[in-house]
């Protein structure tokens, strides 16, 4: 029997190819495909397989909903038995399992159990498969998830990939490991069901075209959409961050409703992040060095020639994503209309203030550098991270910019002072809401002190 563990990474479609592959149970078995069901029924996948091998404080929040820790190692034996119970009812020639939890690092005793659980089924010939994307597409993606149900501002960021399949070719043996791009160019029929199929499931005749399609495929908001339900969180669900709520939900189905009959673009990020994400940091290339990983379309060239970046702080949400007002107001327009908003006085109110509200907080500018402008070196201390604008909306001089990062500085602590009893997560909304009046305070102060002949460096 063979084992193939697919081990996502994440934002590549695996929740996609899960779904499809649990629907069609049936088809795949018939062609000697044997892929487990969970005996609770809770996920469509088989996370439990390594989730009690993780550190305690490093199991994803995802697990941790449904299970206290103690009780993973009794999940995931009563999932291994379960498996073991279909491979001996149908005798499969080919095991295939999926979870990109998996991707996450394990202490050294965890990769040596987590071998030891696969052999365990039957078989030394474990293949282990994940797929990559460049950084900007990861992190859009992961942005738009973590924003339906948070209104903290999720930092742009990049996860190092190099340990973790360093680790799985350490454990698997370099012919057992498959990196493979995710982009549509790279998959075969540029869909990651067939891609998979064609490449590790054609011996045993199983094509996409026998398997059942996902009708519950993960579609993206638009960036306008986006702003607006984190607006929407932030008025009127500030204590239910990170919460799976029904009005939430309902917004979000609304705005998806509204955004396909107005053909909203998919979201995007500023070019300048992009080119940061992409261009400024060795993910790309070091896949490529280092596991022969080409990514169709990156420009090596250029990345050869561009110095590593560090990522500014963003206040905005706009100074992340691009958002398109004009278009944002029609989507308001559209979902304002519905009855579910026109039920509820208060929530129609804030559907009709909204506009409004929205020309008054834009106007900002990104803090993110064009994609036009010269590379910028890197800082080299944390203290110096970049402040990058758009040359043709920004006219500070570095005196004003360098007074602005000051008033934001100590905006922040009167802020921490007087909204320390908050939990995390709430300072963080409250900042964000707040952000402009605590920064006004700092620039009140910044001119108090300066009149008093006091001199302060960031």
């Given at each position: 029997?063979?084992?193939?563990?697919?081990?996502?990474?994440s934002k590549?479609?695996?929740?996609t190819?899960?779904?499809?592959?649990?629907?069609?149970?049936?088809?795949?078995?018939?062609?000697?495909?044997?892929?487990?069901?969970?005996?609770?029924?809770?996920?469509?996948?088989?996370?439990?397989?390594?989730?009690?091998l993780?550190?305690?404080?490093?199991?994803?929040?995802?697990?941790?909903?449904?299970?206290i820790?103690?009780?993973?190692?009794?999940?995931?034996?009563?999932?291994?038995n379960s498996?073991?119970?279909?491979?001996?009812?149908?005798?499969?020639?080919?095991?295939?399992?999926?979870s990109?939890?998996?991707?996450?690092?394990?202490?050294?005793?965890?990769r040596v159990?987590f071998?030891?659980?696969l052999?365990?089924?039957?078989?030394?010939?474990?293949d282990?498969?994940?797929?990559?994307?460049?950084?900007?597409?990861?992190?859009?993606?992961?942005?738009?998830?973590?924003?339906?149900?948070?209104?903290?501002?999720?930092?742009?960021?990049?996860?190092?990939?190099?340990?973790?399949?360093?680790?799985?070719?350490?454990?698997?043996?370099?012919d057992?490991?498959?990196i493979?791009?995710?982009?549509r160019?790279?998959?075969?029929g540029?869909?990651?069901?067939?891609?998979?199929?064609?490449?590790?499931?054609?011996?045993?005749g199983?094509?996409?075209?026998?398997?059942?399609?996902?009708?519950?495929?993960?579609?993206?908001?638009?960036s306008?959409?986006?702003?607006?339900?984190?607006?929407?969180?932030?008025?009127f669900?500030?204590?239910?961050?990170?919460?799976?709520?029904p009005?939430?939900?309902?917004?979000?189905k609304?705005?998806?409703?509204?955004?396909?009959?107005?053909?909203?673009?998919?979201?995007?990020l500023?070019?300048?992040l992009?080119?940061?994400?992409?261009?400024?940091?060795?993910?790309?290339r070091?896949?490529?060095?280092?596991?022969?990983?080409?990514?169709?379309?990156?420009?090596?060239?250029?990345?050869?020639?561009?110095?590593?970046?560090?990522?500014p702080?963003a206040?905005?949400?706009?100074?992340?994503?691009?958002?398109?007002?004009?278009?944002q107001?029609?989507?308001?327009?559209?979902?304002?209309?519905?009855?579910?908003?026109?039920?509820?006085?208060?929530?129609?109110s804030?559907?009709?203030?909204?506009?409004?509200?929205?020309?008054?907080?834009?106007?900002?500018?990104?803090?993110?550098?064009?994609?036009?402008?010269?590379?910028?070196?890197?800082?080299?201390?944390?203290?110096?991270?970049?402040?990058m604008?758009?040359?043709n909306?920004?006219?500070?001089?570095?005196?004003?910019?360098?007074d602005?990062?000051?008033?934001?500085?100590?905006?922040?602590?009167?802020?921490?002072?007087?909204?320390g009893d908050?939990?995390?997560?709430?300072?963080?909304?409250a900042?964000?809401?707040?952000?402009?009046?605590?920064?006004?305070?700092?620039r009140?102060?910044?001119k108090?002190?300066?009149?008093?002949?006091?001199?302060?460096?960031?």
């Amino acid at each position: 029997m063979k084992t193939i563990f697919h081990v996502g990474h994440s934002k590549t479609g695996s929740t996609t190819l899960q779904s499809v592959f649990l629907e069609s149970q049936a088809q795949l078995i018939q062609k000697g495909v044997l892929y487990p069901s969970n005996p609770n029924g809770r996920y469509n996948n088989h996370k439990l397989l390594s989730a009690d091998l993780m550190e305690p404080g490093k199991v994803p929040r995802h697990i941790i909903k449904n299970y206290i820790y103690e009780e993973l190692p009794a999940a995931r034996i009563d999932l291994q038995n379960s498996i073991m119970a279909d491979i001996e009812r149908h005798k499969p020639k080919c095991l295939m399992l999926s979870s990109e939890t998996r991707f996450g690092l394990l202490p050294k005793r965890g990769r040596v159990k987590f071998r030891q659980i696969l052999q365990g089924f039957g078989s030394d010939d474990i293949d282990i498969v994940a797929y990559v994307r460049l950084p900007s597409g990861w992190f859009l993606s992961a942005l738009n998830q973590s924003m339906r149900r948070t209104t903290s501002l999720k930092q742009p960021r990049i996860l190092s990939l190099h340990r973790a399949i360093s680790s799985f070719i350490e454990d698997f043996g370099q012919d057992h490991v498959h990196i493979l791009p995710f982009s549509r160019d790279a998959l075969r029929g540029g869909d990651i069901v067939k891609d998979f199929c064609s490449r590790f499931l054609s011996d045993y005749g199983v094509s996409a075209g026998i398997l059942q399609t996902d009708e519950s495929s993960n579609e993206s908001l638009s960036s306008e959409a986006i702003d607006i339900v984190r607006r929407y969180r932030l008025q009127f669900l500030p204590k239910k961050d990170n919460q799976f709520v029904p009005d939430g939900e309902k917004l979000i189905k609304l705005l998806m409703k509204a955004e396909a009959s107005l053909k909203m673009p998919k979201p995007r990020l500023r070019d300048g992040l992009t080119d940061i994400l992409d261009y400024g940091t060795p993910i790309v290339r070091g896949l490529r060095d280092d596991f022969g990983v080409v990514i169709p379309g990156y420009d090596y060239d250029r990345a050869e020639k561009t110095p590593e970046m560090q990522f500014p702080e963003a206040h905005k949400l706009e100074e992340i994503i691009e958002i398109d007002r004009a278009m944002q107001f029609e989507l308001i327009a559209s979902v304002r209309r519905d009855s579910w908003v026109r039920s509820d006085e208060s929530r129609a109110s804030w559907f009709d203030r909204l506009p409004g509200q929205i020309s008054d907080d834009t106007g900002t500018a990104p803090v993110y550098q064009a994609a036009s402008m010269p590379r910028m070196k890197p800082s080299t201390s944390k203290e110096e991270s970049l402040i990058m604008t758009d040359a043709n909306t920004s006219t500070r001089s570095p005196e004003e910019q360098a007074d602005r990062d000051l008033a934001v500085t100590i905006g922040r602590a009167i802020f921490r002072t007087t909204q320390g009893d908050l939990s995390n997560d709430a300072r963080k909304a409250a900042w964000q809401a707040e952000r402009k009046d605590y920064v006004k305070q700092g620039r009140a102060v910044l001119k108090r002190l300066r009149k008093d002949g006091i001199t302060l460096s960031k």
